[in-house]
């Protein structure tokens, strides 16, 4: 079995962000909208904005409290929308429950949307009118594609059809003229199904979900779940029991994760060059 180490794609996408924005005539800024204070939602803002600074974009922070109204949080996002040199605004996930999540992503200027979560970036990526979109979908298929494995013909299955995940991987996955099968809770038949995939992508959040006697010799394992077990991040895919039969698996941390950081400041550097 072979590892598919994110950490060293990741590198690679952003030595290549970091020559792109030095070439640019203005430095991009970047907003990660952050409320209230959940810890883990503070550890994600503060690793972007130092890999935000580590390529040369300009981190702009935007942190309001728990209790702010949708009405207010909106219009502050209007506010930066409109600053000079922004090129790309997400809103850190989740959201306190009383705030409408929907009205609050759709409220991003749809070209500086980098994480393609509001109604018409989102359209814009289903519709194949974009190059930029998703960065977790994105970052499968860079590990995908980062593999000397040719998919022709290959049966591909597609784990949950998350809105992170499952539906823009599939997409992708379509656009580059495959053609994946999306398995969900609900699909009969899943076991054989994924018994047999030659390569099997899951973002279903479920630990240690997929193990050895479920996958057929030498498949390829893209493992985009996170759960936590035991104080530390798990996949979907147990990955000691799969690392016999697995050709290729990305691990969980250091697969995903880090080019999902990676894609995202790529989709920064797609906004700022088209400025």
Known sequence: MKIIDGKKIRDEILEKVKREIASLPFQ?????????EDPSSIQYVRMKAKTAE??????????????????????E??????????????????????LDRRAVLDAIDPELDVDSLGTVASEKFYNNSVTAGFPTALA??????????????????????????GR???????????????VSSQTENKETLIKQADVIISGIGKSKFITGN???????????????????????????SVKDTAGFI???PGGVGPVTVAMLFNNVLKVAKQK
């Open 140 to 165: 499968c298929m860079k590990l995908l594609n980062s593999i000397d494995v040719d998919l022709k013909d290959k049966k591909i299955i597609v784990l949950g059809r998350g809105e992170l995940v």
């Open 28 to 36: 991009p800024i970047f907003c990660d909208v952050l409320v209230g």
């Open 214 to 240: 479920m996958i057929k010799k030498d498949a390829v394992l893209i493992d985009a779940g996170t759960s936590e077990s035991e104080g530390g991040i798990v996949g979907d895919i147990d990955f000691d």
């Open 77 to 98: 996002i209007k506010i930066l929308n409109k600053m000079p040199n922004m090129c790309g605004i997400i809103v850190q996930l989740p959201l306190p429950a009383a």
């Open 250 to 252: 990305s691990p969980v």
């Open 168 to 182: 823009p991987v599939a997409a992708l996955l379509k656009f580059q003229g495959f053609s994946p099968v999306i």
């Open 54 to 75: 580590s390529v040369g974009i300009k981190f702009h922070n935007a942190s309001f409290p728990a209790g702010v109204n949708t009405k207010d949080l909106i219009n």
